[in-house]
């Protein structure tokens, strides 16, 4: 999502520009089930999306917006609630399909005239002067997969190669930038089910010992669950038969939405916090995941991403505008401080967020449970937290 949105800024902003993708996203079709992977979108995701003229088209397809958040601790109870209203806002943000918002970018792509070359690999480059050249390996598909055997090497010249291929980024790797962060031995697990009652249009979300649940309404009247487990419970909860998993689930979600009558398949992925130690080298910067990855409990991670993809865009513009080289070191350097500052300070609040929700002794549960309703009655620090939240 954050590459091909990078893509499409840059040449609505006037650059040419090219993505090389290593595959092509599966079309995405009404008929299908609801993907198991969605994102919550902030207000400053919405505004860039409609800026690079894709929201309404994913917005009027199968996005759910909410208005109102609910996140409570389960040894307390204590709770913090969030509603638009107070703001004067009709909602805090939407629930999106990955695959929806990759379909739709992938086919603004053409007609904002991005070259897309795919399936491609990006197997070295060379910065220059001017310029930065890579050494492409491009495969040729057999129906919708590349042909082992059947691939072509060349090389390819931009003023500025953007690297948003991944947390486990082989760009990043090839400009010999590091990482650093940790591994949470968990892994998400992730479904969409039926609830007894509706969600309200309300994010729900409640911190258990083992790691957070959040419940996010869909545009079907379901709810996507992100269920945060230890890696051991993780397999547990995968292995169980469809009655026994919703049977958990209503209790972990403490029947909030009463009962969890149904549920699709499951799937899980590991969570891990990583930031690069740097985001910019010789005319390269990175975006999204191949910059930082962080805990999914506050649902920020392509929200970061796609502020990563505003702020190169304003970057650029502002450079070209002032007749400046575009991928110049302190240009870059412009970008890769405001980003790298701000996503850091995001992802280690969210990996102290989780260790404070991890707490079982008993004066730092109180303490906790204090803190949280303090927030809950300070209305201009709840304001801030939201603002933040949004990107505002």
Known sequence: MV????ALALARAGFATALLEARPPAPWRAEDEVDLRVVGLASSSIALLG???????????RAASYARMHVWDARTGAAVDFDATTEGRAWLGWIVENSLVQWTLWQALESAGVQRLCPAEVTGF????????LDVRRSHLVGDAPAPGHEDAGTLSARLLVAADGAGSPLRRLAGLDTHGHDYGQRGVVAHVTTERPHQHTAWQRFLPGGPLALLPLADGRSSIVWSLPESEAQRV?????????????VASDFRLGPVLATTRRAAFPLKLQLADHYQAERLVLLGDAAHAVHPLAGQGVNLGLRDVAELRDTLVAAREAGRDIAAPHVLRRYARRRRSADTLDAWSFDALGRIYAWQAPPLVAARALGVRLVDRLAPLKRRLAAHAAGR
Do not use: P
Not at 3 to 6: C, H, I, R, S, W
Not at 53 to 60: E, K, L, P
């Open 238 to 250: 995968l292995a169980l038969d469809d009655a026994a998993f919703c049977a958990e689930l209503g």
């Open 126 to 133: 060379q910065a220059q002067a001017d310029r930065i050249t």
């Open 3 to 6: 590459g091909a949105a990078a």
């Open 51 to 61: 800026d690079i003229g894709v929201w309404t088209s994913i917005r009027d397809h």
